[in-house]
């Protein structure tokens, strides 16, 4: 099986100004989602999914071609940043609605009457949010779209949940980190999270075509 991890523990050292500024975007996209909707609830990911899901699919993007090409750099990012914004938004707005029904229901929850939406969203939500670890790169990259899109995503989730799990749980520590040691470190984390992500995604769907 062909491996892209190699490639993605190189560009920690020669891509830096990419990874930089990659850090620099997503944060600054987060910081208008906090600015206009602190806290977790429905408006704060529905915001998310605006703002942020068009950078990250832009940074996705460019890692895809670091990890299978070995070919990057600051201006790339930005060419792609124009070019996969409305692609990254099409991606981040079905997890983000998804996830933003189960924080209503939850807020709605007063019984049992309301368990069950809440449970159906809650497991929607997971899934959902584990297979766009996967469908940014699927979208952006190898173009598919719709249900072919998140039906091949799922699939690689299934024959491979620990590379969402590990990508999420990258991203989660690196949250923890950044606000509870220095925020400079939220600037650093959202480029190796994307470059490992990508690396999982093409090893996995190399795989999956053998």
Known sequence: MTSHLPAAFRA?????????????????????????????????????????????????????AVVRDERGGVPVLLT???????????VGLVPGVVVAVALFNWQLYSGPLYAVPLAVSGCASVLLLLASCYAFSLRVTAGLRGKQLWITALHLVARAPLVPLGVLALAFVALLLGTSITASLLLLAPGPVALFASAGTWTEKHALHR
């Open 12 to 64: 920690l050292w020669y891509e830096l100004p990419l990874l930089a500024t990659a850090g620099t975007l997503i944060c600054t996209a987060y910081a208008l989602v906090v600015f206009l909707s602190p806290g977790l609830s429905p408006l704060s990911v529905l915001l998310a999914a605006f703002v942020v899901s068009p950078v990250w699919a832009a940074v996705v993007a460019t890692t895809d």
């Open 80 to 90: 792609n940043l124009r070019k996969h914004a409305l692609a990254g938004l099409g």
